[in-house]
């Protein structure tokens, strides 16, 4: 539902047991200002997928739409809060880089026709809307990496506890309906085992929280209604 990033992240390993953190100088030794500097970072990869390296967007209806999903994306990272409580390891950065990365690798192909074409658009447009109703459900509590900025159990979350995947993905399966290739395919399948690595991580994150632990005993399902 949540995440963070590792920028001003601190570590104790090394430092006798009580001992004080030595205090950073310089601009970013102020929380406020580290902070909305990893915010910037955020928005900025974002923004960065936007931009049509070599030619390679074709902007059809589809990939507008497409599009706009990663843009929103980046001007919710820029107001976002600062977590309750963050988990930073090698492993939760892993699961979220490479979940990240895997659908952003793909780029419209040769495009469909006829019903397939009109079938995407649709599609699209299902999930970006699906997937943007729960992003303005969470508001200012967007991220990436796993933490907890406060619980949302209203709207879409009423139904399962992490529905941005959903619109996510479905959304995904539009764009490959309009831009079908081996190469797009493939991305999804890499991407489903790891948002699921990465769910894990929130989940463990998230469960320490009471009140997460009663949303979710009312809300069991955290993609897929009856399944997963």
């Given at each position: ?55 390679r967007y074709r ?59 009109d079938g995407a ?71 489903v085992p790891l ?34």
């Open positions: 539902m949540t995440a963070d990033d590792p920028i001003g992240v601190e570590s104790t390993s090394g430092l006798a047991t009580g001992a004080a953190l030595p205090s950073t100088p310089g601009l970013f030794a102020w929380p406020g200002l580290r902070y909305a500097a990893s915010n910037i970072g955020l928005a900025a990869m974002f923004f960065i997928a936007l931009i049509p390296f070599g030619g902007f059809g209806v589809a990939n507008y739409i497409w599009l706009a999903g990663a843009a929103l994306m980046g001007v919710l990272s820029l107001v976002r809060v600062a977590p309750r409580e963050k988990m930073f390891n090698v492993r939760s950065f892993l699961a979220t880089s490479a979940m990240m990365a895997a659908p952003a690798m793909m780029r419209p192909a040769a495009a469909s026709t006829g019903l397939l074409a658009v649709i599609v699209e447009l299902i999930g970006v809307t699906f997937s943007q109703i729960s992003r303005l459900y969470m508001g200012r509590r967007f991220g990436l990496l796993p933490a907890n900025r406060g619980i949302v159990a209203t709207g879409p979350f009423r139904l399962v506890r992490h529905p941005v995947y959903i619109g996510w993905f479905v959304l995904t399966i539009g764009f490959i309906m309009a831009y079908p290739s081996a190469f797009n395919l493939t991305m999804l399948v890499i991407t948002a699921i690595w990465r769910i894990a991580f929130e989940e463990e994150l998230l469960l320490r929280d009471p009140e997460y632990r009663a949303y979710a005993a009312k809300t069991r399902y955290r993609m897929i209604p009856g399944l997963y």
